[in-house]
């Protein structure tokens, strides 16, 4: 009776895991073909937005224009370079300035 009763366990095993292998695989094949739909709308959809732009002719600026601006940002980089360095030397004025008076105060003392 234990026997009978163990087959019959494992019948119904054999059995379940026929049919899940037979329906996991129809849904595995089900999932794969949805996800290459998808994949495919994604990739037809980047070709709507990505080729146009690819693809627009914008006309180059002339070189007149690009020199004319590379003439203009050289003058404002000697411009900074100067403020800077007028800056450094107030900067060591002052400090130079202010240690003579700190060795004045120290040295009437």
Known sequence: MIYAELS????MAMGGFAAGAVF?????L???GALHALE???VAMEHRVVEPKMHSS?????PDAHAA???RLAG???KHAAAIDDHGAATVAAAVEGNAAASASVASK
């Not at 019959?8 to 019948?11: K, R, T, V």
């Not at 914008?58 to 002339?62: C, D, I, L, Q």
């Open 69 to 71: 601006a590379l003439t």
């Open 76 to 78: 404002a980089i000697e």
């Open 8 to 11: 019959g366990y494992a019948i």
């Open 24 to 28: 996991g695989r129809k849904l595995g």
């Open 30 to 32: 089900e999932a794969a």
């Open 58 to 62: 914008s006309a180059a600026p002339a």
């Open 40 to 42: 495919s709308r994604l």
